[in-house]
């Protein structure tokens, strides 16, 4: 017979207490994110419902008369009416992760099947999940695994489907944007949190995509989604964006950290450069007289003029007796300023150049679009959105999906992010 001593009882103890600790981990966070204030959803891929479907459902507060369903839905048949239905199954489980479970978004073959999870229009409109309007703040918070993609991950964001574009030739539903909010995988910095917000649904700056979003300064890496469990359970990132409505700023957080992030020479930058011609429009309508460069029919609605009150730092790069140059940074902007001395003496600004834009926070002046109950308003969606390209989007695993309707602190985005482990 095996003798027990107190060294054999107290590794057994100790066995059955880092179990004890492995089983609550999961819970644990589940109640960091629960009692954070402002939540509105929060799905785990735990909870479900009781019987039926058992779709996903969400964490929402006692008074919430919808703990938000997901349902499965391919978005190529729904609009292109092409490709097979989507079910649960095209969702792989991998039984861990920060709150104990995780679904899988995969890089799909077929280019007719892009599943998704969503909370139809009908179920959400005029909810406390249909964050909207003036004054209105939010945040979004994704526990994920990047293996590729820099695209959505979650938020109401129907990109439109009425693009002129190779893919939408054949198309049998066309609809304008209904953005509200979403969090993206980087989009124009990969791996970076990207926030997006829209004031219209549909585009920005006479671009044809919206270009109000955010890329925080810390990139996340990317892991393959059949790496071993060890991997994958040290690849967890926290994405993150928050919108305050108070201070107009719109900023992508990756693990609690956001960062400082700024774009040189937006003038050349592919898609933001419509923000630079957004910029130099407001200018040059605010200056008398018509400018060389100046489009008089341009959307007063569309100008991009972040405030620029006293400069934080003022560099004099060129300088001459009647005539210098310094560049001048404000708080979301850095310009290049000429100016030239006048008769009584004063020197007065000539010649204005928009030479960095603030990409983290980024300066949105503007509440969140605003869809009224008669088909202008999009689904919530996880994994993908809808949009006119089709393409793939992020793949990898995403283990938590939270909603609140305020912007979060930096102190409580770093207690969400400590949920990774």
């Avoid at 509200?180 to 585009?203: D, I, R």
């Avoid at 869809?371 to 989007?393: E, L, M």
Wanted: glycine letters at 10%; charged letters at 20%.
């Amino acid at each position: 017979m095996h003798r027990l001593t107190s060294t054999s009882v107290f590794i057994w103890f100790l066995g059955l207490n880092s179990l004890s600790v492995l089983a609550v981990e999961p819970e644990s966070n589940r109640q960091v994110v629960i009692g954070t204030p402002g939540l509105v959803a929060f799905w785990d891929f735990v909870k479900r419902e009781p019987e039926g479907d058992r779709r996903f459902t969400a964490h929402v507060p006692p008074d919430a008369t919808t703990d938000y369903p997901l349902d499965a839905g391919n978005y190529v048949r729904d609009y292109w009416g092409q490709g097979r239905r989507a079910n649960y199954a095209d969702f792989p489980l991998l039984n861990s992760g920060p709150f104990g479970q995780a679904i899988r978004i995969r890089d799909e073959s077929d280019p007719n099947f892009r599943p998704f999870l969503f909370v139809p229009r009908s179920r959400l409109h005029d909810t406390p999940l249909d964050i909207k309007g003036q004054g209105e703040s939010v945040t979004v918070v994704v526990w994920a695994v990047r293996e590729s993609g820099n695209h959505a991950l979650a938020g109401i964001w129907h990109e439109g489907t009425d693009l002129e574009q190779s893919t939408t030739a054949n198309i049998a539903k066309v609809e304008r944007g209904q953005r509200q909010f979403a969090l993206f995988a980087g989009l124009n910095k990969p791996g970076s949190a990207c926030g997006h917000v829209s004031e219209n649904g549909a585009s920005s700056f006479l671009n044809k995509y919206a270009l109000h979003k955010c890329n925080s300064l810390p990139l996340s890496p990317t892991v393959p989604a059949v790496a071993d469990e060890g991997k994958l359970a040290e690849s967890w990132q926290c994405f993150a964006m928050t919108f305050d409505s108070t201070k107009h700023e719109l900023t992508g957080w990756l693990n609690g950290v956001s960062g400082e992030r700024w774009l040189a020479s937006p003038k050349s930058n592919g898609l933001l450069s419509s923000a630079y011609n957004a910029y130099m429009q407001g200018h040059y309508h605010r200056t008398a007289g018509i400018q060389a460069g100046e489009d008089p029919d341009y959307p007063a609605s569309q100008y991009y003029n972040p405030p620029e009150l006293e400069p934080a730092e003022v560099e004099i790069v060129g300088e001459q007796e009647d005539q210098r140059t310094e560049l001048r940074r404000y708080q979301f902007t850095k310009i290049r300023v000429t100016l030239v001395k006048q008769p009584d003496g004063e020197f007065k600004e000539t010649e204005r150049d928009l030479v960095e834009l603030r990409l983290n926070p980024w300066w949105y002046p503007h509440g969140i679009y605003c869809p009224k109950d008669d088909g202008t308003g999009g689904p919530f969606t996880i994994g993908r959105v809808i949009h006119s390209a089709r393409s793939v989007g992020f793949t990898g695993w995403i283990g938590g999906v939270a909603v609140f309707d305020r912007a979060l602190s930096e102190s409580e985005l770093a207690k969400l992010a400590a949920c990774n482990g």
